[in-house]
């Protein structure tokens, strides 16, 4: 026996000699803490190396023909740049079948992993904003200002989650969602990227998405980071337009801004996308208080920091801060950046280098950022699980996933107008279909969909409906009429033709609205919606027939000019690939609208408010008032933040506090009862606002605090509660972010009810 036990213990040692005489190192020893692993490689790695990490580079300068669209990777090109420039992160592509993102990915990453010294795997990132949006064959959810609507976080959960079954697999490691800017700007190009103007909501779907993505654990062995972009105060230019200047006083940043980003860093994100553009007269990408300050230090953001496209050039070329690329690399990296989206040549790895042989940056001032993207990377797992997989591809626009999307689009919709209940339309014989988006597949869709600004109309799948042929298969024994042409109004008797066509019809539907378009390419001079609409709607309106708008658009063009002559209006946003069928089950009623709009829908060009404005925003001559000035009241949307009909009705009763008192560490139970009053099943999105009566900072007249969709069926009522956590609820931020909380009265309301409760001292 002790000879045998001495044999094992002898065969034990060699093995732990063999071991360490392979010299396994300790950072590729996944049995060891993260830290451990990330300082021991830290330690190994050259300062050229270090700098190779910091920056990210486009597909363009390793692919054969130097377009978006081309993942046939060159290796001799991507081996310069990851043996020679030690390059850490590549991004960008466009839809391509899975086979050839595997291919590339795998080439791509057998070089970092087996050709490099210390075989530090590259992170790949993506724009893969609503589905995997750059993956031929993959589920397409709707943007995020349908999201918004829906008012359900599960769509916004199974977004991210989808997105990581199809993608994972494939070596898209970073996905740089979601984006967490407010839809507070309406003329803005990104405002359908967002999840509307509501701070809690954004946060709330913002961080619902991050769970879907990164908590995934059917991707396994793989994870995914999403990345909360843009970092901070994008979304709201003077000018309306991208990237152009934003002039907000901090208390706003803090109030309006900051909950969303906050809400993602609370749930786990791993990184942070710059706002290109500047705040306050300097640029995000050169400020320390926001990179620094407020992200690291006060709101306790510890992943990676990666600039925008190109951003630091634009320090130099576009916002003039600094004089040439050198600088302005010294002045990013020390406002607080990790990583250099360059992204098509070496000035990030040239300047960092003559920085650091000047002595002007240090080798710790680079230690904090490449532990962060290395930390990253081992979070991810990239050493233990490097290489893309091909044997689970029939995950890609798998039946649940088209499901959970038509789902979202569904919910997505909002109901803004339908007098005389026009809708649903049961049993029709005939109805004319006009208008730019009746038989499209880009528009319903918009940006980031296989292509950066949306791809050709011939690349959307074969089996994608159009609005079109969505309702020839919902009303199979109707006449679907197609109007591609209007008759040109100086033709009086094509005119007088059509008019008879329009008449003989049992509903005229007017698909609407904008195309696809992301970023600066969609800046735009006037909101209101397209002249030739216009025109047409003008004519359509002439007849009897009741007339339907479909609005297809990433933000709320006015419609003023025409409104009355709408009998039904349907805000549709950018519902994606499953948007046409959900809108063709609205029109027949197969499906019961429940959507709200998540933003205030303008009334005019020249004056609109978001829906938590101020009461002093509201201030206006009125000869009718004893003082002449009319103030505080509603404010003039043409809809409200909010608003959305269904084909039921929701009637709410029974608004009860258990208190109407609170202190600090108290909670008041607020509870209603909503009863579906109509005949048919219904889901109704249950907001909770409250308005704080009188505040040191001015506070807004309505403010979200809490939501809940509820599923009621004919005459079912159920009684819902919100707990109102004085530390939770009620407090708001000064300029320096501190938590004011304000004894005084506040206002509830909910559906129409509202009652008043105090908060003591
Ligand atoms: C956009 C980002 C995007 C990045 C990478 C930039 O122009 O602002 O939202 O993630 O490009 O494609």
């Known amino acids: 026996m002790k000879i045998f036990v001495l044999f094992l213990v002898t065969i034990m040692m060699t093995m732990v000699q063999n071991a360490a005489s392979q010299d396994v190192p300790p950072y590729k020893n996944p049995a060891l ?48 740049l990851i043996l020679n420039h030690h390059i850490g992160s590549f991004l960008n592509g466009e839809s391509v079948p899975a086979e050839e993102w595997y291919d590339y990915m795998s080439q791509l990453m057998r070089i970092s992993v087996e050709e490099t010294r210390l075989g530090i795997p590259v992170i790949y990132g993506i724009d893969h904003i609503h589905g995997a949006s750059y993956l031929e064959g993959a589920t397409y959810f709707p943007q995020g200002i349908n999201l918004g609507a829906t008012f359900n976080p599960e769509h916004s959960r199974q977004t991210g989650s989808v997105t990581a079954m199809e993608s994972a697999d494939l070596g898209h490691h970073w996905v740089f969602a979601p984006v967490l800017d407010l839809g507070e700007e ?60 934003v002039q907000i006083g901090m208390q706003a940043i803090h109030e309006f801004h900051r909950p969303s980003f906050q809400a993602a860093i609370d749930a786990g994100i791993k ?75 070496l000035q990030f790895n040239d300047s960092m280098k003559e920085l650091v042989a000047d002595g002007r940056m240090t080798e710790e001032r680079i230690d904090e950022s490449v532990r962060r993207i290395l930390r990253l990377k081992f979070d991810l797992g990239l050493f233990e699980h490097p290489y893309p997989r091909n044997d689970r591809f029939d995950r890609i626009g798998a039946p649940e996933h088209t499901a959970a999307a038509l789902s979202a689009a569904e919910e997505s919709l909002v109901l803004l107008k339908n007098d005389g209940d026009v809708l649903p339309l049961a049993n029709p014989s005939t109805i004319i279909l006009a208008g730019p988006t009746a038989n499209n597949k880009r528009n319903l869709s918009g940006g980031w969909t296989i292509a950066w600004q949306g791809g050709e109309e011939e690349r959307y799948p074969e089996d994608m409906h159009t609005i079109y042929t969505a309702l020839q298969e919902e009303f199979p024994d109707a006449a679907i009429e197609l109007v591609t042409e209007m008759p040109a109004a100086d033709d009086d008797a094509a005119v007088q033709a059509f008019m008879n066509q329009l ?21 735009i001079k006037d909101l209101t919606l397209a002249e030739d609409q216009r025109n047409d709607l003008e004519l359509l309106g002439r007849s009897d027939t009741p007339l339907a708008l479909v609005l297809v658009q990433g933000r709320p063009r006015i419609i003023t000019p025409v409104y009355s002559s709408l009998d039904a209006i349907v805000h549709a946003g950018l519902p994606g690939f499953e948007g046409a069928e959900a809108i063709a089950g609205l029109i027949s009623g197969s499906i019961n609208p429940s959507g709200k709009l998540p933003f205030s829908y303008p009334q005019h060009t020249g004056h609109y408010l978001n829906y938590n404005h101020k009461s002093s925003d509201v201030y206006f001559f009125n000869p009718q008032e004893a003082n002449h000035i009319a103030q505080g009241s509603p404010n003039t949307s043409l809809f409200q933040f909010g608003d959305g009909l269904s084909y039921t009705q929701f009637e709410y009763s029974d608004l009860v506090l258990d208190q109407a008192e609170v202190t600090d560490g108290g909670t008041i139970t607020a509870s209603v009862t909503v009863t579906n009053t109509g005949d048919r099943e219904g889901m109704e999105s ?3 606002f409250t308005r704080d009566m009188v505040g040191s900072i001015t506070r807004p007249v309505k403010e979200l605090k809490h939501f809940e969709k509820i599923q009621l069926e004919p005459g079912e009522s159920r009684t819902v509660t919100f707990a109102i ?23 509830l309301m909910v559906g129409g009810l509202q009652t008043e409760f105090t908060l003591q001292d």
Do not use: C
């Open 725 to 747: 956590v004085p530390e939770e609820k009620l407090w708001f931020p000064d300029e320096q972010g501190n938590k004011l909380l304000e004894p005084g009265a506040f206002s």
């Open 271 to 345: 990184t942070v996308m710059v706002n290109s553009g500047e705040v306050n007269g300097v640029p995000v990408h050169a400020s320390y208080h926001f990179l620094t300050e407020l992200l690291r230090e006060q709101m306790g953001f510890e992943g990676v920091i990666l600039t925008d496209w190109a951003d630091i050039d634009k320090l130099v070329n576009f916002h003039r801060v600094s004089e040439n690329f050198t600088e302005a690399t010294l002045l990013s990296v020390m406002a607080g950046i990790d990583m250099s989206m360059t992204p098509d040549n």
């Open 503 to 523: 008449d003989a019809a049992d509903m005229i539907v007017y698909a609407g609205g904008e195309e696809p378009y992301t970023e600066f390419v969609g800046n």
């Open 33 to 80: 803490p993260v830290e451990d692993r990330v300082e021991d490689l830290l330690a190994r790695m050259t300062i050229d190396e270090k700098i190779g990490q910091m920056t990210q580079l486009n597909i363009t300068m390793i692919n054969t023909t130097g377009q978006q669209r081309d993942v046939e990777l060159v290796p001799e090109k991507a081996r310069d």
């Open 186 to 245: 309406q003329i803005w190009p990104r405002f359908w990227e967002t999840y509307g103007e509501d701070p809690y909501l954004a946060s709330v779907m913002g961080a619902a998405y991050v769970d879907g993505l990164q908590n995934n654990e059917e991707i396994a062995p793989y994870k995914v980071t999403a990345t909360a972009k843009h970092y901070m105060g994008y979304s709201s230019p003077g000018s309306g337009w991208d990237r152009t200047p």
């Open 686 to 688: 249950v907001l909770w």
